[in-house]
């Protein structure tokens, strides 16, 4: 008597692998899928066939999906433009635009085994002398990403010189009202406090999401892999950095960090070091990084409640993170929302 498999929400398993059989050189026998737990917007499988060999497949949520959000061809077209360049990524594999194999379009990559410093623990659990190193390579990464010519890697359709921050407040705005979230008179609060002070912008390529938790690192703390680029856009490279730094908390530092990471882990620098790391490398003034902290953390917030919504909502697969979402991260989504209205009312910006 077989078996049945247990089901996964979003994947229909009989129909991806024959999918994956038609376009996927040298998959050995029957895939097995596995969820793939931490990320809060596209959902990830890890795919492994008959040999051992390991792929990654992304697709985004089983509903809820807001406009413009999840957008994994967006993923799909940065990642195979990036894979010839020193930006490491994933390995591009196949790309499938027929909702009609699992229900959204869908892409598969390499899997890129190492660790991701997604939080504390995952900070202690690299070696005491690597954790610098990691650091550094994360910055170094950074500054090696708005050097690239978009056009020369094939990225020249999706290039938009001006507006990137116009563009973002109203995007987040939207997608906030669109949840009827509680937190929507203190995000339009900070969203026009920050339309108002719009520093003069450059372009660039720019992840949306760089953090530790987005990274693979090696044990000796290189950067082997970049993922989850589904907001990668141009704009403003300073985007990157202040929500990096506002990831980055310092020991001690009360205010949360807009996500986890390993930073108060002993033996990874703090913030200002590696602000410093980057001006230094990239050349860029660096003045105006207040600013887009602010706004990297009114984001968050914003971010936090489409996040909630879709959880709630059973539109993502369960990874038990559905229980520790209220009233905590309601009230975390507040407090970064109101530290950043708090440092633009108060000159700090």
Same mark, same amino acid.
């Given at each position: 008597? +077989?078996?049945?498999?247990?089901?996964?929400?979003?994947?229909?398993?009989?129909?991806?692998?024959?999918?994956?059989?038609?376009?996927?050189?040298?998959?050995?026998?029957?895939?097995?899928?596995? #969820?793939?737990?931490?990320?809060? +917007?596209? #959902?990830?499988?890890?795919?492994?066939?008959?040999? !051992?060999?390991?792929?990654?497949?992304?697709?985004? =949520? @089983? *509903?809820?999906?807001? +406009?413009?959000?999840?957008?994994v +061809?967006?993923?799909?077209?940065?990642?195979?433009?990036?894979?010839?360049?020193?930006?490491?990524?994933?390995?591009p594999?196949?790309?499938?635009?027929?909702?009609?194999?699992?229900?959204?379009?869908?892409?598969?990559?390499?899997?890129?085994?190492? /660790?991701?410093?997604?939080?504390? $623990?995952?900070?202690?659990?690299?070696?005491p002398?690597?954790?610098?190193?990691?650091?550094? $390579?994360?910055? $170094? %990464?950074?500054?090696?990403?708005?050097?690239?010519d978009?056009?020369?890697?094939?990225?020249?359709?999706?290039?938009?010189? @001006?507006?990137?921050?116009?563009?973002?407040?109203? &995007?987040?705005?939207?997608?906030v009202?669109?949840?009827?979230? =509680?937190?929507?008179?203190?995000?339009?609060?900070?969203? $026009?406090? /920050?339309?108002?002070?719009?520093?003069?912008?450059?372009?660039?390529?720019?992840?949306?999401?760089?953090?530790?938790?987005?990274?693979?690192? *090696?044990?000796?703390?290189?950067?082997?892999?970049?993922?989850?680029?589904?907001?990668?856009?141009? !704009?403003?490279?300073?985007?990157?950095?202040?929500?990096?730094?506002?990831?980055?908390?310092?020991?001690?530092?009360?205010l949360? =960090?807009?996500?986890?990471?390993?930073?108060? %882990?002993? !033996?990874?620098?703090?913030?200002?070091?590696?602000?410093?790391?980057y001006?230094?490398?990239?050349?860029r003034?660096?003045?105006?990084? =207040?600013?887009? %902290?602010?706004?990297?953390?009114?984001?968050?917030?914003?971010? !936090?409640v489409?996040? &909630?919504?879709?959880?709630?909502? *059973?539109?993502?697969?369960?990874?038990?993170?559905?229980?520790?979402?209220?009233?905590?991260?309601?009230?975390?989504?507040?407090?970064?929302?109101?530290?950043?209205?708090?440092?633009?009312?108060?000159?700090?910006?």
């Amino acid at each position: 008597m +077989s078996v049945a498999e247990p089901a996964l929400p979003g994947i229909e398993a009989e129909r991806v692998r024959r999918w994956l059989a038609e376009h996927v050189d040298g998959l050995a026998g029957t895939v097995e899928f596995g #969820l793939v737990s931490g990320g809060r +917007s596209n #959902l990830t499988y890890r795919l492994t066939d008959a040999a !051992g060999a390991s792929y990654a497949l992304r697709r985004p =949520p @089983t *509903g809820g999906v807001l +406009s413009t959000a999840h957008d994994v +061809s967006r993923e799909w077209r940065f990642i195979s433009a990036l894979a010839p360049t020193a930006v490491p990524v994933a390995r591009p594999v196949a790309y499938c635009a027929d909702t009609a194999v699992t229900g959204a379009e869908f892409y598969v990559m390499g899997f890129v085994e190492g /660790l991701v410093l997604a939080d504390e $623990d995952a900070g202690l659990a690299m070696a005491p002398q690597a954790r610098a190193s990691a650091a550094e $390579d994360l910055v $170094d %990464v950074r500054v090696a990403l708005p050097a690239l010519d978009p056009v020369a890697v094939g990225l020249g359709d999706m290039v938009r010189k @001006t507006g990137y921050l116009e563009r973002q407040l109203r &995007r987040w705005q939207a997608q906030v009202h669109a949840t009827g979230a =509680p937190e929507i008179a203190l995000i339009d609060e900070v969203h $026009d406090l /920050l339309a108002r002070r719009i520093p003069a912008q450059a372009s660039g390529i720019v992840h949306g999401d760089y953090r530790a938790g987005n990274v693979a690192f *090696g044990p000796d703390g290189a950067v082997r892999a970049v993922f989850d680029w589904e907001l990668a856009t141009s !704009g403003d490279p300073m985007a990157d950095l202040g929500y990096l730094a506002a990831t980055w908390q310092d020991p001690g530092e009360q205010l949360p =960090p807009t996500t986890p990471g390993p930073s108060t %882990v002993a !033996g990874f620098p703090p913030r200002a070091e590696l602000v410093r790391r980057y001006a230094r490398l990239s050349g860029r003034d660096v003045s105006n990084l =207040p600013y887009w %902290v602010a706004f990297a953390r009114w984001r968050s917030a914003c971010i !936090g409640v489409g996040v &909630r919504a879709r959880y709630l909502a *059973g539109h993502m697969a369960d990874d038990g993170y559905a229980a520790t979402l209220l009233p905590g991260a309601v009230m975390n989504r507040t407090v970064l929302a109101e530290a950043a209205r708090d440092a633009l009312r108060d000159g700090g910006v």
